[in-house]
């Protein structure tokens, strides 16, 4: 089965900086795209980052872009979202998800697999 998982989380002072990692099993993410997600109490989940393939096409929040960088390990099977600067308005449950077609996509429901969430608090 595929299975996802995230870890990484935690809480951190505002400008400063968090690496999530999402170690996946029983499929390769090289033939997959990969994506982050957050969501925050009372709000919708909203894509964070993407990545089609390692050294490929990536995506980005306009609210994160350059702070946030997606990456990937294919001999690890783990993608990372490195969160550098980081401000309250970051603070949400971080989810890793899998997407089983070719296309990098920003939408939730264009991904198959998804891990539990990790917990991101900025404080003030």
């Known amino acids: 089965q595929v299975q996802l998982v995230e870890s990484g989380g935690g809480l951190v002072q505002t400008g400063g900086s968090l690496r999530l990692s999402c170690a996946v099993s029983g499929r390769s993410i090289s033939v997959s795209s990969m994506g982050w997600f957050r969501q925050a109490p009372g709000k919708e989940r909203e894509f964070v980052a993407g990545i089609r393939r390692s050294g490929s096409k990536t995506s980005y929040l306009d609210a994160v872009k350059g702070r946030f960088t997606i990456s990937r390990d294919n001999a690890k099977n783990t993608v990372y979202l490195q969160m550098n600067s980081l401000k309250p308005e970051d603070t949400a449950v971080y989810y890793c998800?899998?997407?089983?077609?070719?296309?990098?996509?920003?939408?939730?429901?264009?991904?198959?697999?998804w891990g539990q969430g990790t917990q991101v608090t900025v404080s003030s």
């Open positions: 998800a899998a997407d089983n077609g070719m296309v990098l996509r920003t939408t939730p429901t264009s991904y198959d697999y």
